[in-house]
């Protein structure tokens, strides 16, 4: 199992941005059945968005779409460092 909750702005900060990273097995809300479930939840103030592993993705699927994401995320910032020295 794994469940971590990341806070994105400092603890002064009003805003309420996080990150949530689960894979582990949930319970159903009647107690009936236990599921396993992987997602990455991406949260800032009042918009939020979650990426899971549906039943369709393979864990390999999964994994490559987070090294997408990872990927376009370093790109985006080093375009924006990039642009802030001009």
């Not at 702005?9 to 236990?34: F, I, K, L, P, R």
Request: with cysteine.
């Amino acid at each position: 199992m794994y469940n971590k909750r990341t806070w994105l702005n400092s603890e002064d900060s009003d805003s309420t941005g996080s990150v949530v990273a689960y894979d582990g097995v949930v319970t159903t809300y009647d107690n009936d059945e236990q599921l396993p479930w992987t997602y990455l939840e991406i949260a800032d103030c009042r918009t939020k968005i979650r990426l899971h592993r549906t039943k369709d993705d393979t864990k390999e699927d999964f994994i490559n779409k987070m090294k997408l994401l990872k990927n376009e995320i370093e790109l985006f910032v080093n375009h924006l460092e990039k642009e802030e020295v001009k």
